[in-house]
């Protein structure tokens, strides 16, 4: 298999390949201070003075005992006091196991643990762990998945430290401090590429499936793709920072619905939620396609999102961390009514839902603003369900919510916002002129454009409906239906076309013109 050492950029400083120049991939650079010479070098970095002739020739330098301060010396490895280095898991969050070298099962880790050579660790959904070198360099696994540690030693009695690790498939984050001293290597590799760096921040993907790396290096804002048997494309800016001006700090639904403005250039996010700042602990980690982003169900509290685009290509760009809150508990209850756009009949309306028996008390506001700026506010601590307003509305539109209150957590958020209409109430009928073939009814005219629907019937409930009729004027006649009792009503339509609501229902008599019982004398 091909190997294709990954180069960003010349202007990013801090990335080092294999060994450039004449030096070789197994040497280790010292540079020379005040009062050393190659005697007390070899005495302090190597196993045996004896190396000190083979050390002046592969350096060139003229006179072992005076070397001018500051020139940089070459060491191969091979001649230098190793011992080996500490690597330290420091923490971790989720699913995240330990195999051993020497054993064929994978164990549940913890803090501290020591990892040794040949051992391997994997990452689970959601889940992260981070290692700690000997010369504080940090790799941080996220989510899913895996790697091997195949070298970490000390080189010398100057702590040059040599980290070498196979990243399997997944992506890590590495930090190496630039204080960890030039002649450290921090080495990864991967199917298709071998990463060495130092004095950076960097990330590294590795397609389990493809086999293809994706290197990032964030303090140079460049990365590159490297596929099997392939040179690495030509690096490529990183994509920058998303922008948070359009998402909210605080979320009162779950699952997370997290609206984003579009980035350029993005194909997808890669989307985060930690309990801290610096993402130790990690519980949401996914790739979302398009804006609003999405993440899983989470527990009320404080949480850190962390956003970076992704390009077609695979690679990820730079990230945006903004702090966020969750306070969605306890739920807002199901609403039965008024539903959404309903139209109430009379003006005090009665709002019902559903109730839950760990809710001591539910708290509604109503207002004629969807953004309840001087909303009513009612306190319900009945387990009924329903509340009818005190207070008698003018007609027009309305909005209401309703937050639960418990006795463990306290409240909760409000409801959507949830319109409501109270109509114009229909008139009531001003006059009525029973005539013997026909009856006239009339009532106060309302604004211009406006219609009316009368309707009238035998029975109160206007099941045994005898006349139905659309008129535009403020009154109506209809032949006289006999002797008996009768119920009217009349509903207000606007000139928009706004339906009220039937006035109230009024009943009259329509007098016999016969005694009703004189049939029944004449029969007899």
Known sequence: ????????????????????????????????????NLWNIAERHLVSVKYVPQLQRLNHVHDPYHIPPGKVIRIPSEWSVRRPGEVEIIDFYGTVTLKRANSSGHFPIEEKLC??????????????????????????????SDIRLEQTEILGRDAVVVTEIEQKSGRTVNTVPHQSGPASRFRIKTPSAVNSVRGTRFRIGADKQS??????????????????????????????EPDFSGTPDLYERVPLVIPLKSLAGAGSYRVQVALDPEFRKVVTDLVAV????????????????RVRGKRGSGLEGRDGIKQIKVHARPEPPFIMAPQPGAKIGGSQPVFEWTTRPDIRRYLIEVDRTVDFQKPGKYVIESADG????????????????????????????YSDPISFRVPMPGPKLGSAEVGSEEIRFSWSAGEAGE??????????????????????????????????????????IEADGEEGV?????SFRVPYRYPFFLPFLGWM
């Open 1 to 36: 298999m091909n190997k294709v050492a990954f180069r960003p950029l010349l202007v990013c400083a801090f990335l080092l390949l294999v060994c450039s120049g004449s030096a070789r991939a197994e040497d280790w650079l010292y540079t020379i201070r005040s009062g050393d």
């Open 290 to 305: 398009n804006p609003p982003l999405r993440a899983r169900e989470l527990a009320d509290g404080d949480y850190w999102l």
């Open 386 to 413: 329903n509340f009818t307003l005190p207070e008698q509305l003018v007609p027009g539109e309305y909005w209401w919510r309703i937050a639960a209150e418990s006795g463990t957590i306290g409240t909760g958020p």
């Open 211 to 240: 086999g293809t790396t994706y290197s990032e290096v964030l303090e140079g804002g460049y990365g590159t793709v490297t596929r099997i048997g392939q040179i690495s494309d030509h690096p490529v800016e990183l994509l920058p």
């Open 502 to 506: 039937f006035g109230p229902v009024q």
């Open 451 to 492: 219609k009316y629907q009368f309707q009238m019937a035998r029975d109160s409930g206007f099941n045994k409906i005898i006349s139905d009729i659309l008129i535009s004027e403020p009154g109506v006649v209809i032949p006289n239906p006999g002797g008996g009792s009768y119920y009217l009503r009349i509903k207000l």
């Open 115 to 144: 990892v040794a050579i040949g051992d391997e660790i994997s990452t689970g959904p959601d889940s992260q762990v981070t290692l700690e070198f000997s010369d504080h360099s940090r790799l941080q696994m996220e989510s899913e």
